[in-house]
């Protein structure tokens, strides 16, 4: 094989030859690129080829489930993966249209061992990708997208015999039934379904209606110029709309997807958007009443009522806070046995015997129903107000070159380390412990903390920082962490800040 152009360029001869990859396009724990600017079809071979060859290096049974988002493009970069995955010798099973984790339901329900599902997750259109992993249920972190990306660029794509197509049929109806089995609510319940046009579209309404919620639709014609707004449940424009959903129906809450099904974004009754992590500390109070001495994970940019809140240690939870990243924290949820991950982005991570441990925003919004229907007396938004009330940051980033980035963050970690080790304060209060998996994470004796870390995407640092006690602590907080942030002349302005 030979190695890919790294320069794209359209509407050329070669374009339509060779194959053509800009090589950024490999990132920590999946590919992404904008199409056709900076990969082609032969480059989408290119990359199916590698993979081919990257699972018969690693000695993993040559099948693979081969899934691809609602997207007017999607198909056509599906059929280029699949052409160099048999070029490599491997037995493609295409499960047709699919949401992401409808496609690592796959893995399990078809018994292949490896997945590959063409989408370009919440990315607004122009952008494709590929969500890849063969030891269910995780996907490929950075040592395998390392691997891979030299495969790739390097022209070390292996073609062998024995590559097969096959069409399956049924994974679809496989998948809900497996979400909603016999499970009927046994109180009313009317939910907003916002899909925004996206993939779940084709799964989320019908997944409410066999378990007796009332849908209250928006934006649930699949449509993939998405004519209203980029099916994204962390973004400002679907959440207001999901509130306004609520506030004209009177529903009783909005569940919302992003566009390929792995993340699903909540607004209460009252209107209120509930982050993600506190959507899991709601989530997790529950199922340590079902499950007590459970472990949960939470990234290190969640909330620090995992580890504080006095519900959760009164059923001897054990919290485990972990690196950023939807496939971090699949790994360790797998790792260390826990229960359930919640990431602040929206990945949920629910493990046996709830779920199979993979991010699937369509069991989510199953299980917050089954939630709401054993506390039928509560509404979501007394849900949220009985957590303790935190003060929190939104995701604060100030800009760093992708370059330098991470010799900045080690340096700004060994400092806060050592500002601990000193038996200095922060916020003028004693400091507990730092945790140093992703960045450094400035625990306070009262629970309260403020974090710094790198952007696994982008060339900044990443910042957040939470309050137990008041607005003003939190503020205290981040300009003492900002403090030593600026003893680094390479860190840039913030993106937005409090």
């Not at 199916?48 to 018969?56: A, C, D, K, P, V």
């Not at 934006?219 to 004209?248: Q, R």
């Not at 709401?372 to 070159?401: E, F, G, I, V």
């Not at 209060?429 to 994470?441: D, S």
Request: aromatic share 8%; proline share 6%.
């Amino acid at each position: 094989m030979k190695k890919p152009i790294s320069d794209v360029t359209p509407n050329t001869w070669e374009f339509l030859r060779d194959a053509m990859i800009k090589p950024t396009g490999f990132r920590e724990y999946d590919a992404r690129w904008r199409f056709p600017e900076e990969i082609n079809l032969p480059g989408m071979t290119a990359l199916g080829l590698g993979l081919g060859t990257q699972i018969r290096r690693r000695g993993i049974a040559p099948v693979i489930a081969v899934g691809n988002d609602y997207r007017d493009y999607s198909l056509s970069i599906k059929h280029a993966l699949i052409l160099g995955l048999m070029q490599a010798g491997i037995q493609v099973k295409d499960i047709g249209p699919a949401l992401s984790p409808m496609a690592y339901f796959a893995q399990f329900h078809l018994d292949v061992p490896a997945v590959a599902m063409v989408t370009a997750s919440h990315n607004p259109n122009g952008w494709t990708g590929v969500k890849m992993g063969f030891e269910r249920p995780l996907t490929h972190g950075p040592d395998e997208m390392a691997e891979l990306r030299d495969i790739v660029l390097n022209g070390e794509g292996q073609p062998h015999p024995g590559g097969s197509y096959e069409f399956v049929e049924g994974v679809k109806e496989a998948y809900i039934d497996d979400l909603v089995g016999d499970f009927r609510m046994s109180r009313p319940l009317k939910v907003v379904c916002a899909t925004g046009n996206g993939t779940a579209a084709a799964f989320a309404p019908e997944i409410f209606e066999r378990m007796g919620v009332e849908v209250v639709p928006s934006h649930c014609e699949l449509d993939y110029t998405f004519p209203n707004y980029n099916p994204n449940p962390e973004a400002m424009e679907m959440l207001h709309d999901m509130a306004a959903s609520v506030k004209a129906s009177a529903a009783d809450m909005a569940l919302g997807f992003d566009g390929d099904g792995d993340r699903c974004g909540v607004v209460d009754d009252e209107g209120e958007e509930i982050f993600a992590d506190k959507v899991g500390v709601i989530m997790a109070r529950d199922f340590a009443k079902l499950y007590p001495g459970a472990t949960f994970v939470a990234d290190v940019k969640s909330t620090g009522l995992f580890a504080s809140d006095p519900e959760l240690q009164k059923h001897g939870v054990t919290a485990d806070y972990w690196k950023t990243g939807h496939s971090h924290m699949k790994r360790r949820v797998k790792q260390i046995g826990a229960l359930a991950g919640f990431e602040k982005s929206g990945h949920y991570f629910l493990a046996e015997p709830v779920g199979r441990g993979y991010d699937c925003g369509m069991r989510v919004a199953v299980e917050i129903c089954k939630l709401m229907d054993r506390n039928p007396d509560k509404s979501m938004s007394d849900l949220r107000k009985a957590l303790p009330k935190t003060w929190a940051t939104p995701t604060m980033s100030p800009w760093a070159a992708d370059t330098e980035k991470y010799d900045i963050l080690d340096r700004l970690v060994a400092k806060l380390v050592a500002k601990h080790e000193a038996g200095d304060s922060l916020a003028g209060r004693a400091i507990k412990e730092v945790v140093t998996v992703n960045g450094a994470r400035v625990i306070l004796d009262n629970g309260s903390w403020g974090l710094v870390r790198a952007s696994s995407n982008t060339p900044n640092l990443v910042v957040v920082c939470e309050s137990a006690q008041s607005e003003a602590e939190m503020r205290a907080i981040f300009a003492d962490i900002d403090a030593v942030i600026r003893t680094e002349p390479g860190v840039g302005d913030y993106d937005q800040t409090i």
